[in-house]
């Protein structure tokens, strides 16, 4: 259900009024507690979220959605009520939101989007509580690629440059599959894409890879094998 003037003209005018004071009573009753609490979320894209409230207070009459950083009508996503056969939706609904009366909201194949702040408002007989939390959403990571400026070098006299290729801005270096530890003689540039060992000596020898990662997944790239020479 969609609010328009329109559709108030159709027989909506009940539904409308019970929107707007709900609305104004969000803003004008002071809240009871702050116990009541939003968890955040990162989620990757293309994946169905809930959004979930903690510590509810007793006596719910529903829920009031939003997205955004404010608590205003423009960024209603819903409410959600014990009288209401059905959620009322509000501007920034997308078709893809559902909130549900355990104080839940549902959203469907989140996309960039929909990342966020969110606000849930707690509709009680005399007052009202809010929770916030964000959501993020990461796309799926792409293999990053990994080059070396020479893959057979002399130890003492040779210095080699490895670049790892991607567009992620979190890297950590491998080496022979395990995280990798700088000494001495490496450096790193200072966005993490290039490794350079300078002398190379013949401990240098094996396995290196890059990998790339985000809060909810990590991927390597396909191993490099430096040959040290002596």
Known sequence: MEFSAASAHRGLVPWLGLLLTVFLL?????????????????????????????????????????????IKFSNLIGI?????????????????????????????????RDIGMYFVVAILPKSREVAFGRLNVYRPLSVPTLLASNTTVTENEDAVVMTCYTDVYSINWLFNA?????????KLSQDHRTLTIDPVRREDAGYYQCQVFDPISSIESAPVELDVKY
């Open 26 to 70: 969000a803003f004008w009753i002071p809240p009871t507690t702050a116990r009541f609490t939003l968890d955040s979320i990162n989620a990757a894209e293309g994946q169905d979220v809930i959004l979930r409230a903690s510590n509810m207070p007793p006596g719910v009459a529903g829920f009031m959605w939003y997205r955004g950083l404010e």
């Open 80 to 112: 959600i009520a014990w009288q209401l056969s059905r959620q009322i939706t509000g501007p920034k609904y997308t078709g893809r939101e559902i909130a549900k009366l355990d104080g839940s909201l549902i959203i469907k194949n989140v996309t960039p």
């Open 178 to 186: 395990t995280s990798m530890q700088l000494g001495e003689r490496m």
